[in-house]
């Protein structure tokens, strides 16, 4: 808690229009709080989505139970299964389960409005502690960032040639062979780095859309695929640097109120 009081004090540094950053040293360490618009924007992105599925889940549990078509076994396996289907999301959720002698009409749910503006404060933001001094005039919270950003590079480059281009294993038995092995997937990451730079100016978001338009499914003509990702506004440059088509975009009927004590939250 002293810690974050102090981060509090402290004034943010710039590194882009989308990133700040700002540093605390404490006890000869340093702690950079970083903050991201675009990591913001999809960490909220994710949590309503799985606070809406498991919304609907709850809501089909007590219709279950309203018609008397389940018995408490099936409700525990059907909390635990959404449960681990919700992931961090689920501790959000207040559930009251009636107990083993009561009825199930008893049951009841909840959002944590406490534990929501919490979590919500949190989003796009991550924390990272060095002992490193960055450069010859003091310490810089931007620097201790980038360095931190170089290594992730590196760390996925390795990722990369042990992966995708498939470094390994190697079932060559010659030297020769396995050094034109190696050799072959070190020009492949030449190139994938090579097409990632090229991309850079026509589309500044390819990176870190990456993840989100592999997902990308297109919707089917009747909507009848609930689970379907759709575009975002955002993502047209993208497309238009694949030459690819887009997507169409999420219709808002799609997305109704939460219920009548929660939607301002899960619109």
């Known amino acids: 808690m002293a810690a974050e009081s102090a981060f509090l004090e402290k004034p943010w540094q710039e590194v882009r ?83 083993p002698d009561a009825s199930l009409t008893g049951f009841a749910w909840r959002i944590d409005r406490a534990k929501w503006q919490k979590a919500s404060r949190r989003e796009g933001r991550y924390l990272l502690r060095t002992n490193q001094l960055p450069g010859k005039d003091g310490h810089d919270a931007a620097e201790l960032w980038r360095q931190y950003i170089r290594l992730v590079r590196i760390e996925e480059s390795f990722r990369n040639l042990k992966g995708d281009l498939g470094i390994r294993p190697v079932y060559h038995q010659l030297e020769s062979r396995i050094e034109a092995h190696i050799f072959i997937s070190f020009i492949a990451y030449c190139m994938h780095v090579t097409l990632e730079m090229r991309m850079k100016p026509k589309a500044p978001r390819t990176e870190s859309a990456q993840p989100h338009l592999t997902a990308q499914r297109h919707p089917d003509a009747r909507g009848s695929n609930p689970d379907h990702r759709w575009a975002q506004p955002a993502d047209a440059a993208v497309y238009q640097a694949r030459q690819t088509p887009s997507p169409l975009p999420r219709p808002t009927w799609l997305d109704p109120a939460f219920s009548t004590a929660t939607g301002d939250l899960l619109r």
């Open 17 to 99: 229009s989308d990133m700040r950053v700002k540093l605390l040293e404490s006890e000869g360490e340093h702690y950079v709080l970083a903050r991201s618009a675009a990591r913001e924007q999809k960490e909220r992105s994710m949590r309503l989505r799985r606070l809406k599925r498991l919304r609907d889940e709850l809501v089909t549990i007590a219709g279950q139970i309203e018609r008397g078509t389940i018995t408490r076994d099936k409700l525990l396996m059907k909390l635990g299964a959404a449960k681990k289907a919700a992931g961090r999301a689920y501790g959000l959720f207040v559930i009251d389960v009636p107990e």
